[in-house]
């Protein structure tokens, strides 16, 4: 089978006394015509690894081979068949939509119509305005479309949603969702987890240079054993210990998030009597409690001991 994106034994060490090794001998295959989606902290290593992967950075070991092709004797072969949006795409703003798409369309032996690729991104009635006149969010749908618009098997998104309104946000989902349903294959780099669980049929989290699991977003959460997070603060002059609410009966696992104590459950009808009980027998008032399913923010929390957006010593990119 030829995948999308193979990565060996892959590595990265920054020169420096000592050496940082942002990415620690990483093994990823992604499956072609899927959306796999890239999560971690910053600091993480995902960054430098998907750089790698898009010719933007060199590894120290190992290899990454891109639909089966390497950097070091294919590279001309590979960058006409990706696209790549970073996060932050900076598009001369005196031109207008359609000319940025045309001049991007110049840059491949082959592609797509620019018109068609705008009608893509719903974008036909500012094709002929200029870029500096248009909203973030139509701004950042240009930046999909021009690394839509060589007509790429493999399309590189990093946080393309980051910064959006809801409605721009689902704009681009639907791009996305249209992409891999013709066939075409996504990396896509976020930090909502809405996101990641809407869009991509399996997911790699990322953490210290390694990656920690990978699976469906389903099979991941699904592997807490705990369908639910209760979630709640007390008030009193004895605080709880770091592990209340343990031994109670459906408690899968307890952490500490932000202010909040946080109950992973089976059984959240079970759970929450036992606990308002364990919180009156210790003399303490409970300020607040709410519930909710568990997502790839808990899993990701179980791999890793701290939260997502949490820095943490010994992370680089």
Known sequence: MTYAIECRQLTRTWPGNPPVEAVKGIDLQVEQGICFGVLGPNGAGKTTTIEICEGLQTATSGEALI?????????????????ISLQETRLSEKLTVLETLTLFRSFFHAGLDPVAVIDRVSLR????????TLSGGQKQRVAVATALVGNP??????EPTTGLDPQSRRDLWRVITDFREGGGTVLLTTHYMDEAERLCDRVAIFDRGRILAIDSPQNLIRGLGAEHVVAFTV????????????GLPGVIAVRLESHQRCLSVREPHIAIPALLDLINRGGMQLSSLTTRQATL?????HFAGHGLNEVTEGNVR
Request: hydrophobic share 40%.
């Open 67 to 83: 639909l089966g092709m390497s950097w070091q004797t294919d590279a001309d072969r590979i960058r006409q068949q990706i696209g």
């Open 125 to 132: 009635e500012k094709m002929h305005a200029r870029i500096k």
């Open 153 to 158: 098997q493999l399309l590189f998104l990093d």
């Open 235 to 246: 008030t009193g002059s004895q605080q709880p210990a770091e592990d209340f609410g343990a």
């Open 297 to 301: 923010e808990d899993v990701f929390v």
